[in-house]
């Protein structure tokens, strides 16, 4: 800031007064050297959960790369030279971590320009490594996981805001006794060393999910907390913050992972999806990409439609699935992906865009109890586009586990290939599995397995396709060979073999 402006001038207080209780623009004002990047569209979720003291308990699961550690020293510093918190406690992994991040905040406090032009000097008689009381008469006292925190008192005040950051690691949160030990302490001591009869006080924890059962998603699951969910990336692979990482880097990362199979990493990392490591049921190496030459062999394309499972016209997740039928070579190819929370017309306005991207000839739809709210708005949909499909209902057998649990043979066996662009969202949701928070995109296409049965389609044995090869190859030298039908004749139904 230039020495030269006057901090007692109007526009000087307003700013200053502008930064109290607003994260994003502290962080703006305050530390431009950190944040150089525009906010993405995800940071306005992050802001309003810090901001929002009547929100007393907020876990946000971020990204590698967010800069959860500078939105925290941004956090903790308008607390500090607004006066908003008097005992501030915050948590890393391990106390020499706490430690450092401890003395990166009091660094910037004591040597930032700015914070020293418009609140003055912050050095207070007391300023130690372990624990530090800045001139506006806040207490800091850093902490690693596990240590004590309960009982803590600044004169007379309890910790006011316990900030834990990345209070898990790769390693320790492999162990169950380590994740339970770690849960323990958590409960028992960071939660009990607050004042709750008072309404000043707040925990943040922020991190990024490294197992499915860890503090973090175990307290993201939690009604108790206000839970913010962020993620790099889509099912699309879109990023959510292009000026950090822009589509193209996005794909390329995602194509690193997936060579080296490590796409559970990748999704837990930068989508903070609960992906088992121990007892995951479909693999990473199950996933395979069709190739140009591979889409050659379709013969057949179906659409298969799984639509939210109430009647009410509000929006809720629902699924489109378009695959491809190579039957001679064991093939099943999903060709397409179109899910989303979308109103019934949507959704079936999607469903035939892509009967008619993909030259579908058969849709098949979930049937429910709420057939008849499905079964004539397609009708009717379908003739006022001069469409011409076989419509095939498919009960909803089971539950929805051992629907998915269905595909899982065709996975093993390698029979299943993916579009590299569209299915991203349904590996995430695969490799979740029992445990995923969305079932739209594996459920729908765990319903190729009752259509195939009722068009009575089967894969080739290989004994048998080599026999149909030198069937043809006889067929082939006979004058009256007859081709086979055009694709433009009429289809003569699924469950005509």
């Known amino acids: 800031m230039d020495e030269t402006i006057d901090i007692r001038s109007p526009e000087i207080k307003q700013i200053i007064e502008a930064c ?17 990047l525009p906010f993405s569209k995800l940071h306005p979720k992050v802001f309003y959960a810090l901001d929002d003291d009547s929100l007393q308990q907020v876990v946000i699961a971020a990204p590698r790369g967010f800069g959860k550690t500078s939105l925290s020293m941004a956090y903790e510093t308008g607390k500090i030279v607004y006066r908003e918190k008097k005992f501030i406690v915050p948590v890393s992994c391990t106390a020499s971590q706490a430690l450092l991040q401890s003395e990166n905040l009091k660094r910037e406090l004591l040597s930032n320009t700015i914070i020293g032009r418009l609140f003055g000097p912050m050095k207070s008689n007391m300023f130690s490594q372990d624990q530090w009381i800045t001139e506006t008469g806040t207490m800091v006292m850093p902490r690693g996981s596990g ?14 805001l316990i900030f834990l950051d990345d209070i898990e690691d790769s390693e320790s949160v492999k162990s169950e006794e ?11 001591d ?8 008072k309404k000043s006080w707040k925990i943040v924890v922020v991190g990024t999910l490294l197992h499915e059962d860890s503090l973090l998603a175990n307290l993201l699951e939690d009604p108790n907390w206000h839970s913010v969910h962020l993620e790099l990336f889509d099912d699309n692979y879109h990023s959510n913050w292009p000026e950090f990482m822009d589509d193209a880097a996005i794909l390329k990362m995602v194509e690193t992972y997936r060579k080296q199979k490590m796409l559970g990493t990748l999704y837990r990392e930068y989508r903070n999806l609960p992906v088992s490591k121990e007892d995951a049921k479909f693999k990473a190496e199950y996933f395979h990409n069709y190739t140009p030459e591979d889409r050659k062999g379709v013969s057949e394309t179906v659409v298969i439609m799984d639509p ?21 070579n064991n093939r099943i190819l999903v060709l397409d992906i179109d899910a989303g929370n979308y109103h019934p017309d949507e959704f079936i306005t999607k469903s035939l865009d892509m009967c008619q991207r993909l030259k579908a000839r058969v849709l098949g739809y979930e049937e429910t109890s709420l057939h008849e709210f499905i079964s004539y708005p397609l009708e009717n949909a379908m003739k006022k586009r001069g469409m011409i499909l076989e419509l095939v209902p498919l009960a909803a057998r089971a539950s929805k586990e051992d629907r998915v649990a269905g595909l899982l043979p065709f996975y093993r066996q390698g029979e299943i290939y993916h579009n590299e662009k569209a299915c991203g969202g349904l590996e995430a949701q695969l490799m979740s599995y029992p445990r995923a928070k969305r079932w739209d995109c594996m459920d729908a296409l765990a319903y190729i397995v009752p259509l195939l049965e009722k068009g009575e389609r089967y894969f080739f044995a290989k004994d048998e396709k080599a026999t149909e090869k030198e069937f043809d190859s006889v067929e082939n030298k006979e004058e009256d060979f007859e081709l086979p039908p055009d694709d433009n004749e009429v289809f003569e139904g699924w469950r005509n073999v």
Request: hydrophobic share 40%; proline share 3%.
């Open 20 to 36: 109290i209780g607003n994260t994003k623009l502290t962080a703006r004002i305050l530390f431009p050297d950190r944040f150089t």
């Open 147 to 160: 240590q004590q925190i309960r009982g803590l008192l600044f004169g007379n005040n309890r910790p006011d």
């Open 178 to 188: 380590q994740r339970r030990k770690l849960k323990e302490w958590f409960f028992a």
């Open 190 to 197: 960071v939660l009990n060393s607050v004042n709750r009869a």
């Open 308 to 328: 939210a499972k109430t009647a009410k016209a509000t929006s809720d997740e629902s699924a489109a699935v378009g695959v491809g039928l190579d039957m001679s």
